[in-house]
């Protein structure tokens, strides 16, 4: 809050100063002025809350001052102080309805009541004025709501524009403000784009959609301003520059303002297929079918049985093909883009900790919703399909014996009691023969590779995930986080953490 003392003895400015705890108040900016000409321009850029003026001064009085100060901003509040208790000097303090008149001397526990007083009052309607803009709040969300559904009430509708302003007899669009994971927006940003819609003779509703992080915008216009629309976009992303900004289609009908919302949203949805391109307005294309073939996953199970090669090439042109279809949700690429990584991670587990936001099967989901487009998509897994043609091709000279216990070992290093008999049984082989065959072509035994590879996977993990050491020591096959950070340090010289850290 803030208070403007005006009176012309420097004496009296100055005692006030240092008289009055003016933080007790909630008072934390005091400016001063001399006469009433000086505090009404300090006023001007000031705009002080309450304002404790002298009456008489040079080039300006009081009341002359306080007159002119109320005409441009009737929230402040006035508190006169005068030597002089003039029948005129009170009948203009009620008039000008100050807070009140106190005599000089000043009687400071006078003057703190005033203050408490005028701080009141301020408080109160400041009150006032949230309760009606949060009413006001309300009732905008609910007709914004309302034109955005399918099946309204007519009555409704057309009682809240009244109540609201919202015209129903306009050009009507909705647009679209997508915001990023990693640029969330701000307080105060809905009101910003509102302002910015608003600019140009129109009227505009919002609301967010904290989900899809995404500003949500019916605009108004004037029959004939429709080419402001494009114009609009730009400034909004000229305020917003890690945005995406999406257009839904024009319409003359308060009725079709649903299909307007539905168009902008497939408008904005282009970002996750087109990510360097910023605007977006619907087009023709929005006719035709954007859907995923149910096919897809059962085609995918069949090449994943298959050799490794194929995987890329058929990733590839998976890319192709969704690429052509951009007015299909992102969510239902990502719902694909989960189950498909889920099977791949299910028969590749060594993939975990490749990258550094999956490193467990719960991870997979989130780590792919919080993808801004489908480039990042095609770059994990390009990066994990070149992982399984390296190790591919390291597996080629190997017998089929080996490379089975070698995937074996990548399926199971996270147990515990995991043997080398346990190996064998599963590949119908006795344990010493595994041993021996392992060691001719891998040139060390089984579980010498076991090891190495729990070692390896553990320095992946360090290196990549946020974990505890004694989680990463579980989910590596260690038996405890003690015999673990004994294993690492024999191998590396340094302890986990150190690893880490390095």
Not at 283 to 312: A, D, H, M
Request: hydrophobic share 40%; glycine share 4%; aromatic share 10%.
């Amino acid at each position: 809050m803030k208070i403007l003392i005006v009176d012309d003895e420097d004496y009296t400015r100055e005692g006030l100063m240092e008289s009055i705890d003016w933080d007790a108040f909630g008072i934390d900016e005091v400016m001063q002025a001399s006469n009433g000409q000086e505090a009404l321009k300090t006023a001007r850029w000031f705009h002080p809350d309450i304002v404790l003026t002298d009456i008489r001064m040079p080039k300006m009085d009081g009341i002359a001052f306080a007159r002119e100060l109320l005409e441009s901003n009737k929230e402040s509040r006035v508190i006169f102080i005068s030597g002089y208790m003039e029948i005129e000097y009170l009948k203009s303090a009620i008039q000008l309805s100050v807070v009140d008149y106190i005599e000089k001397p000043i009687d400071l526990a006078a003057l703190r009541k005033a203050l408490a007083k005028a701080v009141s009052e301020i408080k109160e309607k400041q009150w006032n004025q949230r309760a009606v803009e949060n009413q006001r709040d309300i009732q905008q969300q609910t007709l914004m709501s309302l034109l955005c559904s399918k099946e309204s009430d007519v009555r409704t509708i057309e009682k809240l524009a009244r109540e609201t302003g919202f015209p129903l007899n306009t050009v009507y669009v909705c647009i679209f403000v997508q915001h990023s994971a990693k640029q969330p927006p701000r307080e105060g940003d809905m009101g910003k784009i509102l302002r910015i819609l608003q600019s140009r003779q129109g009227k505009a509703l919002g609301r967010y959609d904290r989900d899809k992080r995404q500003f949500q915008t019916v605009l108004s216009l004037p029959k004939g301003k429709q080419y402001q629309v494009m114009p609009i976009c730009s400034e909004l992303l000229e305020a917003f520059p890690e945005t995406w900004i999406g257009a839904g289609m024009e319409t003359d009908s308060y009725r079709n303002i649903c299909k307007s919302c539905r168009t902008a949203a497939a408008a904005v949805n282009c970002a996750f297929y087109q990510h360097e391109q910023r605007i977006f307005r619907i087009s023709e294309e929005i006719q035709r079918k954007s859907t995923i073939e149910p096919g897809i996953y059962g085609e995918f199970l069949q090449v994943l049985s298959g050799s490794p090669s194929r995987l890329k090439k058929w990733f590839q042109e998976l890319f192709e093909e969704l690429r052509k279809n951009i007015y299909c949700p992102k969510e239902h690429v990502c719902t694909l883009m989960i189950s498909l990584l889920a099977a791949l991670y299910g028969k590749y587990p060594e993939l975990y900790g490749r990258d550094a936001g999956i490193t467990t099967e719960e991870q997979i989901q989130p780590r792919i919703a919080n993808m801004a487009s489908m480039r990042e998509m095609e770059q994990l897994l390009d990066e994990l399909l070149s992982w399984i043609q390296v190790r591919d091709e390291e597996k080629e000279g190997f017998s089929r014996i080996v490379q089975g216990a070698i995937d074996y070992v990548a399926q199971h290093y996270g147990e515990k009691d995991l043997s080398v008999a346990q190996i064998a049984e599963c590949l119908h082989f006795s344990p010493a023969y595994l041993n021996v065959l392992f060691k001719q072509e891998m040139k060390m035994t089984i579980k010498q590779y076991l090891n190495a590879y729990r070692l390896e996977r553990a320095k992946l993990l360090l290196e990549k995930d946020f974990g505890k050491v004694t989680e990463i020591a579980e989910k590596c096959g260690y038996a405890n986080a003690n015999y673990f950070a004994k294993v690492f340090r024999e191998a590396t010289g340094m302890t986990p953490a150190e690893y880490r850290k390095r």
